[in-house]
T-cell receptor
Framework: EAGVAQSPRYKIIEKRQSVAFWCNPI?????LYWYQQILGQGPKLLIQ????????DSQLPKDRFSAERLKGVDSTLKIQPAKLEDSAVYLC????????????FGEGSWLTVV | GEDVEQSLFLSVREGDSSVINCTYT??????LYWYKQEPGAGLQLLTY?????DMKQDQRLTVLLNKKDKHLSLRIADTQTGDSAIYFC??????????FGKGTTLSVSS
């Protein structure tokens, strides 16, 4: 079974530029999550989707971050404009349905803002 | 609010047992998890325990849960150099996102 796919793996941008990350969850997984992991910390939820609807985006900095999952499968996370403090690993995860307790993570997209 | 605390570092010798500890504050947590993260990699689910259980064993891994004290531990028997990684404790209620600790870096020396 293919895992959660993310791209790009690595990205370096200058502050105030924009960046987009893509995620393709495990086939059949209805729930998709984006987490932000700053170096030395645990991952923190940015947004949770159920199919193509948003379940929780309370911690998403909406002035600069946006995410969509238009067809309920793959998802894009965008940052515009980027700040230095956005340097982090952006992890996508998926689960079969919200009530399932097995959540699978991709390898992450590493962002450095200079 | 919810919080998950872990000690930051643990150093053991190969062949010894490792015990990584975690405390959490949300008494309504339904599931508690241990994830492993190797350098440059994503998070790998190691094991999880339902909150009405006290213990779960899976090969070299033993999870102990003290719900009264909100304390979770992960014991790795016969620790190997390949076990060197960051271990994250996490909790959630069914259907909600995971809340993670800051991670414990396990260093295994030969």
């Amino acid at each position: 079974e293919a895992g959660v796919a993310q791209s790009p793996r690595y990205k370096i941008i200058e502050k105030r530029q924009s960046v987009a990350f893509w995620c393709n969850p495990i086939s059949g997984h209805a729930t998709l999550y984006w987490y932000q992991q700053i170096l030395g910390q645990g991952p923190k939820l940015l947004i949770q989707f159920q199919n193509n609807g948003v379940v929780d985006d309370s911690q998403l900095p909406k002035d600069r971050f946006s995410a969509e999952r238009l067809k309920g499968v793959d998802s894009t996370l965008k940052i515009q404009p980027a700040k230095l403090e956005d340097s982090a690993v952006y992890l996508c995860a998926s689960s079969q349905e919200p009530m399932r307790n097995t959540i699978y993570f991709g390898e992450g997209s590493w962002l450095t803002v200079v | 609010g919810e919080d998950v605390e872990q000690s930051l570092f643990l150093s053991v010798r190969e062949g010894d047992s490792s015990v990584i500890n975690c405390t959490y504050t949300d008494s309504s947590s339904t599931y508690l998890y241990w994830y492993k993260q190797e350098p440059g990699a994503g998070l790998q689910l190691l094991t999880y325990i339902f909150s009405n259980m006290d213990m779960k064993q899976d090969q070299r891994l033993t999870v102990l849960l003290n719900k009264k004290d909100k304390h979770l531990s992960l014991r790795i028997a016969d620790t190997q150099t390949g076990d060197s990684a960051i271990y994250f404790c996490a909790e959630n209620q069914a259907g909600t996102a995971l809340i993670f600790g800051k991670g414990t870096t396990l260093s295994v020396s030969s």
